[in-house]
């Protein structure tokens, strides 16, 4: 499929976490909407390779490496997407760590690693983006947070408390900078076949077990997050704002 502008043409998008997984679905899908797409990542490298996978099919797109953990890398990374693209209109905060253990067993350390990525780093982005939403009239700003949230689902404690900071953070995000007709909402994927879910040691149990939870019985896949995150990044969406919704073939219905 050749990209041949929609929706969002003339937008530029920053997908956090750029370099794989869900992000792939959702560059792809906002770049055929129009968007030119900066995939920030950790890893250039796993940057590069979603950037050329959008790029192959005619879009506008970068990878840029970035620690969103920290301020001056953010920062950094927000000044080359607006040279290079020429502004920022779209923030999609997807970036996140998501280590497996009992509560008892986390270290200080990985709290500390946890909560600086999956939950400052949304911060820190959103901050640097501001300026450039405000000066342009109109911004949204897409924020992952996870179904773990509503289940408190086991060994994932320091993951799930972050996702619970999310949900929070975008609702009042959302009352500060509504009145700068900036659009702040959340997402709350279920289980979705990425590298991420290697963590669990028994995949086709894992995979049959996450199928009889879900009302729909096919896995998700990240073409499907990514068609919610354009909508949400549209005008369509411009009269919903501190939500999150959740898609995850009907396992939450909350």
């Given at each position: ?182 659009n702040v909402n959340a997402i709350a994927p279920g289980a979705f076949p990425t590298d991420a879910e290697k963590i669990h040691p028994d995949q086709e149990g894992y995979n049959r077990w996450v199928l009889e939870q879900q009302s729909i019985k ?37």
């Amino acid at each position: 499929m050749v990209f041949v502008g929609g929706p969002l043409e003339g937008r530029v998008a920053i997908v956090t976490g750029g370099g794989g997984g869900l992000a792939e679905g959702i560059c792809a899908r906002l770049a055929s909407d129009g968007a030119a797409i900066a995939a920030v990542d950790v890893s250039r490298e796993k940057a590069e390779r979603v950037a050329d996978q959008v790029r192959a099919n005619g879009a506008s797109v970068v990878a840029v490496e970035a620690d969103v953990s920290d301020r001056r890398s953010v920062g950094a990374m927000t000044d080359e997407v607006a040279s290079r693209l020429g502004g920022v209109n779209i923030l999609v905060n997807n970036a996140a760590v998501y280590p497996r253990r009992a509560w008892t067993e986390i270290e200080e350390a990985e709290w500390d690693r946890v909560m600086a990525v999956n939950l400052k780093g949304y911060f820190l982005c959103a901050r640097a983006v501001y300026p450039h939403m405000k000066e342009r009239g109109r911004g949204s700003i897409v924020n992952v947070a996870s179904i773990t949230f509503f289940i408190g689902w086991t060994l994932l404690l320091d993951y799930v408390a972050s996702k619970g900071g999310i949900v929070g953070f975008t609702r009042t995000l959302a009352r500060e900078i509504g009145p700068d007709n900036i659009n702040v909402n959340a997402i709350a994927p279920g289980a979705f076949p990425t590298d991420a879910e290697k963590i669990h040691p028994d995949q086709e149990g894992y995979n049959r077990w996450v199928l009889e939870q879900q009302s729909i019985k096919r896995r998700g896949t990240p073409e499907d997050i990514g068609n919610l995150v354009a909508f949400l990044a549209s005008d369509s969406s411009s009269f919903i704002t501190g939500q999150t919704i959740g898609i995850d073939g009907g396992w939450m219905m909350r």
